[in-house]
Structures are given as structure tokens and as C-alpha cells.
């Protein structure tokens, strides 16, 4: 029983265009974030050596850049997962209970690997905050 033909081509090439834009977005985001915190830390040494202190408001700063690239580049590692298994009756399928993934939740989040049920079943066993996918 394959699950492949629940999308139409044409919503199908949607999502392959959301997906493409989101990960040129998010390759943008990440490149952005690793110069910044490359030039951050190196400021901040720069900084410490100088002034021959901790700088602590200068960590945090560099810890916080440093939360949002994490962010980002989970977002675009599964935006790249998404692109190369989109094409694949694996796609849109939830992984835990097999049920196919809506489209209106497929357009919102391209990467979904699960249907919404199963991801906040998912997301209450891993105890996580984060409202991904
Ligand atoms: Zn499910």
C-alpha cells in the first residue's frame, strides 16, 4: 500500500518551491550567523586580552547568537531532509502512525516527518519546549 499518490504534481512542485525558498532563506541565515559569531568571538578575545578581564555580558551576547544559529541550522538541516525526501513515497507520511500529513500542515511545515497528533505525543515524551514541526 503506497501512500505516494495522495499528493497531486501540483502540490507537490508548491511544496518543492516552499521548501527551496526556505532553505535559501535559512543558508542565508546560517552564513550570516557563523561570520557574526566567528567575528564575535574574535572581538571578544580581542576584548579580553586588552582589557585583561572575563567580559561575561560579552559571552552571553556570543551565547545568544550562537542559540539562534543552532536554530537555524537545525531548521535548514531538516529543510534539506525535506527537499530530498519529497519525491519519495516517505513524504508526507507520518513516521510514527503511518497516516498521511495533511497538505494544509505540509504547506506550513514542509518538514513535518509526523502528523500533528503524534509530534505533540512526540514532543511531551521528549519533555522539549520547542514548538518545531
Ligand atoms: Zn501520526
Known amino acids: 500500500m503506497s501512500h505516494y499518490h495522495y499528493l497531486t504534481i501540483e502540490q507537490r512542485e508548491r511544496l518543492d518551491t516552499e521548501i527551496r525558498t526556505r532553505i535559501a532563506t535559512l543558508r542565508g541565515a546560517v552564513v550570516q550567523g557563523l561570520r557574526r559569531s566567528v567575528h564575535a568571538d574574535a572581538v571578544r578575545l580581542a576584548d579580553q586580552l586588552e582589557a585583561g578581564d572575563d567580559a561575561p555580558t560579552a559571552e552571553l551576547e556570543t551565547a545568544l547568537q550562537l542559540a539562534a544559529l543552532e536554530r537555524e541550522g537545525g531548521e535548514l538541516r531538516e529543510m534539506l531532509a525535506a527537499r530530498a525526501r519529497l519525491h519519495t513515497p516517505d513524504y508526507g507520511v507520518c513516521a510514527d502512525c ?36
Open 98 to 133: 503511518g497516516a498521511d500529513i495533511p497538505y494544509a500542515r505540509l504547506e506550513v511545515t514542509p518538514a513535518a516527518t509526523r502528523c500533528v497528533g503524534c509530534q505533540s505525543r512526540h514532543e511531551r515524551a521528549q519533555g522539549g519546549s520547542m514548538p518545531t514541526l
